[in-house]
Structure formats: structure tokens, C-alpha cells
């Protein structure tokens, strides 16, 4: 549980991180001749390679989040989502202050339908498909990678 606590000076709440915070990615996913593709972006800050995520937007639920990342991180347009999770894995977010909150993020499959050239953070980020074994190697995270390797190449 996350505990919320009155900062002394200021009188606002400041979450205490012992407990994960919660972000939603989107495991974008395309079938080609040479079989499934997953899509992966960079990251702004260090150019790392990704699944588009972010945290939960306020008025959508955790697919409508997932889908509304992976439009305006990747350009996904059109995608149909599986309700349930794939999975989820871990990682430690470094915050704008320079803190860090540990965050645990649902990961939801969609099956890509149409992709556009031009979307929010097309000069931000690169994206580009590649065989799941091979996203898998190019991630960070130890537990997306290990789901990563679940998918047939």
C-alpha cells in the first residue's frame, strides 16, 4: 500500500515509494511473412529500446492507456488489445527530481492494424519491428525480457 504523508514545510502529500507505482505498456505485435514482429521504441532520455508505456491516464482504463501510449510513442492508429495482461515486470523510474519510485507496469498484447508515419513523438523517438528473440535481447529489464522470450520468432 502506498502511504501518503503531510510534507511538513508545504503541507502537501508526498508518496512514499515502498510500494510499486503503476504504468501500462503496449506489447505491439504484427504478423509478416517472416513471422511476428514486436515493436520497439527508444527512449527520450537515454535511447534505450522500450515498449511504449506511460502511467495510467486519467478517464481511460488500463487498455485505453496502453493504446493511447502506443499512438503517441510509436503511431499505432488502429490495434486490438487482449483484456488481460501478458504479464508484467519491474523497474525503478528515476523521477524530473532526480528521486527514484520503484514501478511495476501490466503489460497488454495488441495486434496491429494500421501504423502512421506522422504521431506525437515521431521527432522524440525511433521505433522499429524486430523478431521477439531479438527484442528481447535489445531491452533492459530482466523480467520483459524474459517475456519477451515467450513469443514464437
Not at 504504468?23 to 504484427?30: F, G, K
Not at 502511467?55 to 510513442?73: F, V
Request: charge should be positive; hydrophobic fraction near 40%; charged fraction near 30%.
Amino acid at each position: 500500500m502506498t502511504v501518503a504523508r503531510k510534507e511538513a514545510h508545504s503541507g502537501a502529500d508526498v508518496l512514499t515509494a515502498n510500494v510499486p507505482r503503476r504504468q501500462v505498456a503496449a506489447l505491439c505485435v504484427r504478423n509478416t511473412d517472416l513471422g511476428a514482429r514486436i515493436l520497439l521504441i527508444t527512449s527520450r532520455d537515454t535511447g534505450r529500446w522500450v515498449l511504449p508505456k506511460g502511467w495510467i491516464i486519467k478517464g481511460l482504463d488500463e487498455i485505453g492507456s496502453a493504446q493511447q501510449e502506443a499512438w503517441e510513442e510509436a503511431g499505432v492508429r488502429k490495434a486490438k488489445a487482449d483484456r488481460t495482461p501478458v504479464g508484467t515486470y519491474h523497474y525503478d523510474k528515476r523521477l524530473r527530481d532526480g528521486t527514484s519510485v520503484p514501478v511495476q507496469v501490466s503489460v497488454f498484447k495488441m495486434a496491429v492494424k494500421k501504423i502512421s508515419d506522422e504521431f506525437p513523438e515521431m521527432k522524440q523517438r525511433n521505433r522499429e519491428w524486430f523478431p521477439a528473440k531479438d527484442a528481447a535481447r535489445l531491452v533492459d529489464e530482466p523480467e520483459l525480457k524474459q517475456l519477451l522470450r515467450q513469443f514464437p520468432n
